[in-house]
């Protein structure tokens, strides 16, 4: 039986991997809510699906809720590089978070039926609730510096940073979830403008202060 170096290993190893991301969304793209809701996602349907035996497929995966969370794990790596160019970058405090909302709110049925996943799962998968945690931990991390960065900056009333950024992600996290998913730039950019006016509004540093 042939032999592999760790290199080689690693490639095949990432190959499998992505067959695996590619198979879980084509059965996602055509998957009823209630099959979601009935938690009838099975290892044997994702590994016929993406061309290999189910015992293939637990050599990478021990389980169902390991596969989940690398999903979503690697589901939400181009929003999170975004959302860190984004805070990143050279834009003004209100423009960054204006930015990362409008990230936010440009959702594809793929990305909402796995925030569904994400939600339904949450519970009853340990694996994906502590990868759920890790990312809601950094992105509170990240949100909480730009709020810092406002207040060195005079933008906001001294309010605690940890506050402002609990009103924030709470505002933006009650607009993703009420608002439909929708692939119209225009109404993105409205909405996101409307969830902004509300928090500066509220927390801006009033004239004659």
């Known amino acids: 039986m042939p032999r592999f170096s760790k290199k080689r290993k690693a490639a095949m ?3 499998v991997k992505e067959k695996v991301f590619k198979a879980f969304f084509r059965i996602l793209e055509n998957c009823h809510p209630d099959k979601l809701a009935m938690n009838l996602f099975a290892m ?11 015992g293939t497929l637990y050599n990478y995966f021990r389980s169902k809720s ?20 984004i805070m990143n970058g050279d834009m003004s405090v209100p423009d960054k978070l204006l930015a990362i909302t409008e990230l936010d709110l440009n ?3 793929e990305k909402c039926k796995l925030l569904y996943i994400m939600s339904y799962y949450r519970a009853s998968m340990p694996t994906v609730e502590k990868k759920l945690e890790e990312l809601n931990q950094d992105a509170v991390k990240r ?20 506050d402002l950024m609990h009103t924030f992600i709470w505002l933006r996290k009650s607009f993703s979830e009420v608002s439909p998913h929708f692939q119209d730039e225009r109404l993105i950019t409205q909405k ?9 509004n509220g927390v801006a540093v009033k004239c004659g202060d």
């Open 143 to 162: 949100i909480t510096g730009i709020m810092e960065e406002g207040l060195r900056q005079d933008i906001f009333q001294k309010i605690p940073a940890e």
């Open 192 to 200: 996101a403008e409307t969830m902004m006016d509300i928090f500066m």
């Open 107 to 109: 959702l594809s049925d």
């Open 13 to 15: 190893a990432a190959m």
């Open 66 to 85: 390991d596969l989940t969370a690398y999903v979503i794990l690697k589901s939400c790596e181009p929003h999170i590089k975004k959302e860190i160019e």
């Open 44 to 54: 044997d349907e994702i590994a016929r699906e993406a061309g290999m035996s189910t």
